[in-house]
């Protein structure tokens, strides 16, 4: 039997997109899928913001498996520059045609210039991946770990889908590529960035739709073991101060998460000090500043990294 290839342009209503992510394992609520939705209807990227391990990434990545589309992972990390996620010439390649066309007895300097120059020897980096395929999902993925700089060249990017290369013209998408961006919060990401997406804060689901998901990822899971999976990652009443997150990692990520983190806060500490006056009280100050989840204050849970079900 032929399987029809969805569209972004296709899915009709949020409803839709919720089914068509709950085949691939992914369980959205209203908002999250609305916001979804509405990015795949405009041509607008979708920008996902929220603590660790509540499922940014893993849309980006059920997305690209609804659309049979491959997925193109652009990973922030500091220092990232332009270069390093648009293109790169293959000097090896082009000193390799240089030595060719000089046995050869190949003179021409001009001729040679434009060969070297050829589209063959261009490396294209996620960006320019991205803008030639098509149809893609662009993952750019932790974007609050790059630099001002790049959030402003990525602007940029997701404006018009062009990249000019001088030594070879314009590149320009002809669809351009569903784009998910995604952001830890570990700093303020620009408005100028958000404005340019649809923004979307995903927040910790509630205890019902955890043993949901749990039991849609781990179908062998009974639903009384997922619940308790679900509870032990929830801290106990009377019991302020412990991290949800900390009893789930250890539980089922054997502690790895729990490490992720303890490396990523004394790093969102220093960009802070950086940028003292641009986010005051930090990460742990905007956390306070915002408003609890009603019968869940205080709690911050991780979700375990399980893996969906054989197809
Ligand atoms: N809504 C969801 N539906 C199904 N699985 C989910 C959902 N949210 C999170 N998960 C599970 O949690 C894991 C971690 O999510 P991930 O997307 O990596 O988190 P992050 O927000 O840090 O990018 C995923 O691999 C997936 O197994
Ligand atoms: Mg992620």
Redesign the pocket.
């Known amino acids: 039997m032929l399987r029809r290839t969805i569209r972004a342009t296709d899915i009709k209503s949020p409803d839709e997109l919720i089914e068509l992510l709950d085949r691939h394992?992914?369980?959205?609520d209203e908002g999250l899928a609305t916001a979804a939705f509405l990015a795949l209807r405009m041509g607008r990227p979708l920008f996902l913001e929220?603590e660790?391990?509540?499922?940014?990434?893993?849309?980006a990545k059920t997305l690209a498996a609804l659309l049979d589309a491959p997925l193109i992972r652009l990973q922030c990390y500091e220092g990232l520059d332009a270069a390093q996620a648009l293109y790169d010439w293959d000097f090896a390649r082009q000193l390799l045609h240089l030595k060719a066309a000089e046995a050869a007895g190949i003179t021409d300097v001009g001729r040679l210039e434009g060969e070297i120059y050829d589209r063959r020897f261009l490396i294209a980096r996620p960006l320019l991946k991205a803008i030639e395929t098509q149809p893609s999902v662009l993952l750019v993925d932790e974007i609050d770990r790059a630099d001002d700089e790049f959030e402003a060249f990525l602007l940029e990017v997701l404006s018009d889908f062009t990249i000019s290369i001088p030594e070879l013209g314009t590149v320009k998408a002809g669809t351009p590529p569903v784009v998910v961006v995604?952001s830890?919060r570990t700093r303020e990401v620009h408005d100028a960035l958000k404005r340019r997406c649809l923004y979307h804060w995903?927040e910790h689901?509630s205890f019902e739709r955890e043993v949901a998901?749990l039991r849609?990822?781990l179908p062998s899971c009974t639903e009384k073991l997922a619940e308790q999976v679900a509870a032990a990652a929830w801290p106990a009443p009377g019991r302020p101060g412990q991290t949800a997150g900390r009893g789930r990692d250890a539980r089922l990520d054997g502690g790895a998460a729990d490490a992720g983190r303890r490396r990523a806060r004394p790093r969102a500490g220093r960009r802070h000090a950086r940028r003292g006056a641009e986010v005051p009280g930090g990460r742990r100050g905007r956390a306070r500043q915002r408003p609890a989840r009603p019968g869940t204050e205080g709690e911050r849970a991780v979700?375990?990294?399980?893996?969906p079900p054989p197809s």
């Open positions: 394992a992914y369980l959205a929220g660790a391990g509540v499922g940014k990434t893993e849309l995604t830890n995903l689901p998901i849609r990822r979700r375990p990294c399980v893996s």
